[in-house]
Every structure is written in structure tokens, then in C-alpha cells.
């Protein structure tokens, strides 16, 4: 039983962070396409 919930929180940490990278990706995109925080120098 305690395997089952140790690879239950592994799994639920790893999609935490996979939904933070996402986030992260969608805010990239959004101010690129809206040309904040671009700098072409």
C-alpha cells in the first residue's frame, strides 16, 4: 500500500510541474506575440 501512494504523490508532483512549464510556456508565447518584454538588440 505504501508503494502505491509513494508513486501516487510522484506522479502528482511531476504533473504539478508539468502544469507550472506549461504555464510558463503560455505566458512566453502570450508576451511575444503581444511584443512585451521582446528586446531585438
Not at 1 to 27: C, K, P, T, Y
Amino acid at each position: 500500500m505504501d508503494f502505491i501512494l509513494f508513486m501516487e504523490s510522484l506522479i502528482l508532483a511531476q504533473n504539478e510541474r508539468w502544469r507550472h512549464g506549461l504555464g510558463m510556456q503560455v505566458e512566453r508565447s502570450r508576451l511575444r506575440d503581444s511584443g512585451e518584454g521582446v528586446s531585438n538588440a
